[in-house]
């Protein structure tokens, strides 16, 4: 397994952004697929966004659609989240994760075996 690298969280007043990004050592090139996740204390862990780089795909999750957007430089083997117009309730702890497919991405965190060490956002005026 390979340990996920994250960073750019950390507070924002309501209605600001954020940029996340999970840097993915050592898969090939357009040919692995990413999710982000959050999970609050107590609750499930659950799917945000994922991103297919050998198809060319991404997937969003119903209560993130229109404000955040998932994208990844291929070059430096990088997939960011921009999160935009966020609110309170997006407060949590945000992970990335990945693994090596040529296929369509899953919004199920039990669909990938690489994971990064999460990231704190709050939202808060």
């Known amino acids: 397994q390979v340990q996920l690298v994250e960073s750019g969280g950390g507070l924002v007043q309501p209605g600001g952004s954020l940029r996340l990004s999970c840097a993915i050592p050592?898969?090939?090139?357009?040919?692995?697929?990413a999710g982000w996740f959050r999970q609050a204390p107590g609750k499930e862990r659950e799917a945000v966004s994922c991103?297919?780089?050998?198809?060319?795909?991404?997937r969003y999750a119903d209560s993130v659609k229109g404000r955040f957007t998932i994208s990844r430089d291929s070059a430096k083997n990088t997939v960011y989240l921009q999160m935009n117009s966020l609110k309170p309730e997006d407060t949590t702890v945000y992970y990335c994760?990945?693994?090596?497919?040529?296929?369509?991405?899953?919004?199920?965190?039990?669909?990938?075996?690489?994971w990064g060490q999460g990231t704190q956002v709050t939202v808060s005026s």
């Open positions: 994760a990945a693994d090596r497919s040529y296929g369509q991405c899953r919004l199920g965190p039990d669909s990938y075996d690489n």
């Open positions: 050592g898969f090939p090139l357009g040919r692995y697929v």
């Open positions: 991103l297919s780089t050998y198809i060319g795909t991404t």
